[in-house]
């Protein structure tokens, strides 16, 4: 009876195994970038659309309406932050600043919030050097 237990638990095991590993693999081959991605769940909160992240060599993204954009500008120096404004609010909301948080980085960013298309700018604002030079990224929203 112990032999056929242990079978019976290596025979689970080993399936379990191969389900997981079936599971990671993506039978799908990438034919060229996207600019966002949804993760399905059964659970709590439904379908996740990931964020579209951009950045200085990165300026356009076309996007949902309510899908996350953010602006990776690097770490800002000590005392100061990236501001984002937009040219078109009716399409693209900014909803926060890029800022170092504790030991931490958090990105400027916003959200799509109707159709059409937004400019961008992102800026340095330091505490001592005043504005830097700004970077335009380019938001189509469909």
Not at 10 to 31: E, F, N, P, Q
Not at 51 to 79: C, E, H, R, W, Y
């Amino acid at each position: 009876m112990k032999i056929r237990s242990l079978a019976v638990a290596g025979v689970v095991t080993l399936s379990v195994a191969a389900l997981a590993v079936a599971g990671c693999s993506d039978s799908k081959k990438d034919s060229g970038s996207s600019s966002s991605s949804t993760v399905s769940g059964g659970g709590i909160g439904g379908n996740v659309t990931a964020p579209v992240i951009l950045n200085p060599n990165n300026t356009s993204a076309t996007v949902k309406v309510g899908q996350i954009v953010t602006f990776d500008m690097g770490q800002p120096a000590s005392g100061g932050s990236f501001v984002a404004t937009s040219d078109n609010t009716k399409v693209f909301e900014v909803t926060s600043e890029g800022k170092s948080v504790g030991t931490s980085t958090q990105n400027a960013g916003g959200k799509a919030v109707g159709t059409g298309v937004a400019k961008v700018s992102v800026v340095f604002k330091g505490s001592m050097n005043g504005m830097g030079t700004p970077t335009t990224f380019t938001i189509t929203v469909q």
